[in-house]
């Protein structure tokens, strides 16, 4: 056993006139779990704490899914099914989406 003192930053002075397991001093639990990923890291079987990473400084890049070749693709050939009248609202003349069965 050895004489070197034990560091910690938990206050450990109970009040003698308690239980020794029912002191309300207990230690807060995400303290305990921050302490304990600090001492993996510095054992070395963590290679970094992930609390300690900072965020991410760039921003997302915003994207516009209309600019996209697919979209542009999708787009175009709505336009001409609507010009040759082969897409059309939902009437009562028309209750049912038109059907492509001649083109196979």
């Known amino acids: 056993m050895t004489d070197e003192p ?5 206050d450990a002075r109970r009040d003698r006139r308690e239980h020794g397991g029912a ?3 207990r230690p807060d639990d995400d303290e305990l779990a921050r302490r304990t990923e600090q001492e993996r890291v510095e054992a070395g079987i963590d290679d970094y704490d992930p609390d300690d990473v900072p965020p991410a400084t760039d ?6 899914l209309t600019e996209s070749e697919e ?16 897409v059309y609202p939902l009437t009562e003349k028309h209750p049912f989406p038109p059907s492509h069965y001649d083109r196979s």
């Open 6 to 10: 034990f560091e910690t930053s938990e």
């Open 59 to 64: 921003e997302p890049v915003p994207t516009d």
């Open 23 to 25: 002191s309300s001093l």
């Open 71 to 86: 979209y542009q693709e999708a787009e175009a050939e709505l336009r001409r099914e609507e010009s040759e009248g082969e």
